[in-house]
């Protein structure tokens, strides 16, 4: 996924607004709003590339209860704890 022309995270459900990171003393637009989403995407595609069993497909109902918690936030910075202790 890439972002848009309104530089909105490239995580589908996203949307806050893509981090800017220092190069050379300049701000340039990232794909993501900060790591958590872009963790997101690279377990995601980690698990679009592994050979689909039930090992595989409980993996990714995981991910989407990681996507919801995601999809909830108030601001790109809110992570908080994964899972419930």
């Known amino acids: 996924m890439s972002a848009t022309e309104d530089n909105i995270c490239a995580r589908g459900?996203?949307?806050f607004h893509v981090a800017l990171v220092?190069?050379?003393?300049m701000a340039l637009p990232t794909t993501?709003?900060?790591d958590a989403c872009a963790d997101y995407e690279w377990l995601?595609?980690?698990l679009d590339a592994m050979e689909p069993t039930p090992d595989v497909a409980a993996l990714y109902t995981n991910l989407r209860g990681v996507a919801?918690?995601?999809d909830a936030r108030t601001d790109p910075t809110?992570?908080?704890a994964l899972i419930d202790a």
């Open 13 to 15: 459900g996203c949307h």
């Open 22 to 25: 220092l190069v050379a003393g």
């Open 32 to 34: 993501h709003c900060g």
């Open 44 to 46: 995601r595609r980690g």
């Open 68 to 70: 919801d918690i995601l």
């Open 78 to 80: 809110e992570i908080g």
